[in-house]
């Protein structure tokens, strides 16, 4: 066996390299924090897995992919904790990715000589995002395909090559089954290619400039002496990566492992939702929950106001990203750039109060609303009774609330009458506004009438 090794160690050099890269010193008392990139990856690698393991099965075909699915999850041998697996490790990617930037931002190791350490993982960070966006479309049922069209609605705002980039996403100019491909040879052939190769140049980059010490408050960065200091402590209290600093890599990334598959047994993969119907208006569209906050700020951003969040958010994101290695000296402690901790705290909660804005989506139609209760009526005038059951049956009701029943969407109608005249409620009506529909085409006249006089009574 020992000459077996030898001999592949001297035609291909693997082992004394490996042996080289895994005992490489690394900076003493790390701790912790630093075991979020390696988990990370190897949350990649089982995505790597699941997810070919779920090729085997999946039909990538607009027809076919939503009933490949079903057979999956509800037949297939172990193909529904598969599912779970996937969708799990997804999520789990998400979040870590998330820790390690944040990590590496707060500790200012993205700081000389690791600029493109930083670069290289900030496209990373969008690729991992670009997966999780692509693999939602592949469920192929109404959430993920209204979800689809939403983003491309939003990129057909942005100035000039709007029109290019929702071809580009859609692969035509509607969607359907070209678009369905499109998302799946990005989803499983390309990003992936990118990230292999992105990760690639990152670990390359780790071993070249060693892993970044524990930052000192007082010990700023400083071009001209850092590699020498760097060089200094690793010589006097460097401990070798493996077993030293990499068994917390290991516990860390079993933990990530066991919680996925707890999840995915015991949570399960997300329901599939009804199969795609252009002609069913009553989607409720939600994106996955690592994009809920997104849909959040499109949908509570005026309309005015609407492209430019859509078209600017994503740059000044991707320019702080870009830009972030031009601030390559200085103190790297937090403690010393509070600034950093303000930055980070201040996105956490931006993003956690759009998140629960986003579960709660007081702003999407409530078709579950209930036609209203003759107690809540009230009058029993034939006209009222007409109107109120109209109310319903036309949809008001999905974005009007009358005593507390009914959608959030628009103004809560119960004391109507109070601030509205009759002429301008059937003008309202029949116009519509900015977020309602005009019902011109849609009651006749008798109707409108009808419904004027039940809301006549909302006082
Ligand atoms: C898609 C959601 C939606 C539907 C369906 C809808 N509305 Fe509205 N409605 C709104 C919104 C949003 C506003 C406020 C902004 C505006 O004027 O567009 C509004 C405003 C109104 C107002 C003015 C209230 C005020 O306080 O200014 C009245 C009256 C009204 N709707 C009645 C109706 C009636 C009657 C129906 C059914 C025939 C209906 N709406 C259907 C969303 C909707």
Known sequence: MRRLMAWLDDRTG???WSKWALEHPVPPRTGWWYVFGSATFLAFLLQVVTGIALATAYVPSAGQAYESLRFIS??????????????????????????HVTRT???????????????SGALLLLLTLALAFTGQ???????????????????????????????????????????????FAFHVFFIPALVFLLVALHL??????????????????????????????MAREGVPFWPDAAWRDVVAGAVVVAVVALLALIVGPPALGNPPDPSILHAYPRPDWYFLWYFAVLALTPNHLETIVIVFGPLIFGAILLFM????????????????????????????????????APWSPDFEAQPLAASVVGDTTAAVV?????????????????????????????????RMTPDAMALKITNGGPDMPPFVSNLSPDELQAIVAFLTTRK
């Not at 931002?105 to 670069?119: H, I, Q, S, T, V």
């Open 204 to 233: 390359a980059l780790v071993l070249r400039h060693g892993i970044s010490e524990r930052p000192t408050p007082g010990e700023p960065v400083d071009k001209a002496t850092y590699r020498r200091r760097y060089a200094e402590l």
């Open 74 to 99: 509800e037949r297939a041998l172990m193909g529904h904790f598969l599912r779970g697996l996937h969708y799990f490790g997804a999520s789990a990617m998400v979040i870590l990715i998330g820790a």
């Open 14 to 16: 693997l082992i004394s």
């Open 325 to 360: 290695p031009l601030f390559n000296t200085g103190e790297r402690s937090v403690k010393r750039r509070p600034w950093a901790g303000l930055v980070v705290f201040f996105i956490v909660f931006v993003i956690a109060a759009f998140w629960m804005a986003g579960n709660k």
């Open 386 to 418: 007409r109107g109120a059951r109209l109310f319903h049956d036309k949809g008001c009701e999905y974005c009007h609330q009358i005593g507390s029943q009914g959608g959030k969407r628009g103004p809560d109608l119960s004391d109507v009458a109070t």
């Open 105 to 119: 931002y707060l500790m200012g190791a993205y700081k000389f000589p690791r600029e493109l350490n930083w670069l």
């Open 137 to 183: 479309l592949l469920r192929w049922d109404q959430t993920a395909v209204w979800s689809v069209i939403v983003a491309a609605a939003q990129a057909g705002r942005v100035p000039v090559i709007g029109p290019e980039l929702v071809k580009l996403v859609l692969a035509g100019d509607t969607l359907g089954g070209q678009t369905l491909s499109r998302f």
